[in-house]
C-alpha cells in the first residue's frame, strides 16, 4: 500500500483490503496491451510492459486497484509473431470486463491502451460509451500519449522507443535497426527515426506528462461523477479517425488489416 493513497493488487489484496480501497477510492485500473511486433530493436509485449507501468504509477498517486493487465488487443496481421483478437472476441471481452467492475462496485475503470492503431482505438472507445451508458461505470480508454501529444503516437519509433527506455532500457537495443534509410516493412519504425534522437529523460518527461494528466482526470471524475468530459474525450477521438474509417471502411479487422499494408508499404509479414 502506498502512505499516500490507498491502493492495491487485485491478485494480492484479501477481500477486507479490497472492500477498504473500494470505500475510499473506487477506481479500478486496466492496463491493456498486447503482443506486437515493434521491430528488431523492441520486445513483442512493449504494449504491455508501458501499460501496466503506466497503470501503476497512475494508481499509486489516486488509490484505487490494479488489475492484471490485458495483453489481447485487435488483431495485428502485419508480422506472424503479433498475437491478436478478432473484432468480436476483443468487443466481447471489454464488454465482460466492464461489465464485472461495474457490478463490483466500482465508479471510475481507467483503461490504460499500450497499444493503440486506429481500429483498437475505436473498439475500446465503443467500450467505453457503452459502460458508461449501460452501466454508469465512467470509463477512460486512452493510450496514454494520447493525453500529451497525438502526434507521439508512433509505432517502433522516437516515442515508443524512448518511453520504454524510460522504464526497460535492458530491453532496447537501437543498434539493431542498422544503419542507413530504415525500411517500415522490416524495422516497423513509422515516426520519427529513434536512432540517435531516443532517451530515457525524452520517455520519461512525455511519460511523467501523461500520468499527470490522467490523475488530474480520475480525480475529477470522483469529485465529480460527470460524464461529459469523457463524452468530449471521445468525440474528439472519433473525429481524429473519421478519415480513417472513410478510408479503410467501418470492418475493424479488414479496416486494420489494410492500414498496416498500406503503412508498412508491403504485403503483411
Known amino acids: ?19 477498504a480501497i473500494r470505500a475510499i477510492t473506487p477506481v479500478a485500473y486496466l492496463p491493456w496491451g498486447g503482443l506486437s511486433w515493434h521491430g528488431p530493436h ?4 512493449l504494449d504491455t510492459i508501458v501499460a501496466e507501468a503506466t497503470a501503476e504509477r497512475a494508481i499509486r498517486r489516486t488509490g484505487g486497484v490494479l488489475l492484471p493487465p490485458l495483453t489481447w488487443p485487435l488483431a495485428t496481421p502485419h ?23 461495474a457490478q463490483g462496485g466500482w465508479r471510475v475503470a481507467v483503461l490504460i491502451s499500450g497499444h ?25 480508454a486512452i493510450p496514454p500519449l494520447a493525453l500529451v501529444d497525438e502526434e507521439m503516437l508512433d509505432h517502433a519509433a522516437l516515442w ?29 519504425v513509422v515516426g520519427r527515426d529513434p536512432r540517435e534522437t531516443a532517451s530515457p529523460s525524452l520517455g520519461l518527461s512525455v511519460l ?30 472519433r473525429e481524429r479517425y473519421r ?14 488489416a489494410a492500414w498496416w499494408q498500406e503503412l508498412i508499404g508491403g504485403a503483411p509479414r
Open 1 to 19: 500500500m502506498s502512505t499516500t493513497a490507498a491502493w492495491g493488487r487485485y491478485t494480492e489484496v484479501r477481500p477486507p483490503a479490497l472492500e
Open 42 to 45: 523492441l520486445p513483442l509485449g
Open 79 to 101: 508480422h506472424r509473431d503479433s498475437l491478436g483478437l478478432s473484432a468480436a472476441t476483443l468487443r466481447a471481452l471489454l464488454a465482460d470486463s466492464l461489465a464485472a467492475l
Open 116 to 140: 493503440y492503431s486506429p481500429g483498437h482505438e475505436l473498439l475500446l472507445i465503443e467500450a467505453a460509451e457503452a459502460a458508461i451508458s449501460r452501466h454508469g461505470l465512467l470509463t477512460l
Open 160 to 188: 515508443e522507443s524512448s518511453v520504454l527506455l524510460a522504464l526497460r532500457p535492458d530491453l532496447v537495443d537501437l543498434n539493431a535497426l542498422g544503419a542507413g534509410p530504415l525500411d517500415p516493412s522490416s524495422s516497423a
Open 208 to 237: 511523467s506528462i501523461a500520468i499527470e494528466r490522467i490523475c488530474s482526470a480520475v480525480e475529477a471524475l470522483l469529485a465529480t461523477g460527470d460524464p461529459a468530459p469523457l463524452q468530449t474525450l471521445y468525440e474528439r477521438r
Open 243 to 256: 478519415s480513417f474509417v472513410a478510408r479503410y471502411g467501418a470492418d475493424p479487422e479488414a479496416a486494420t
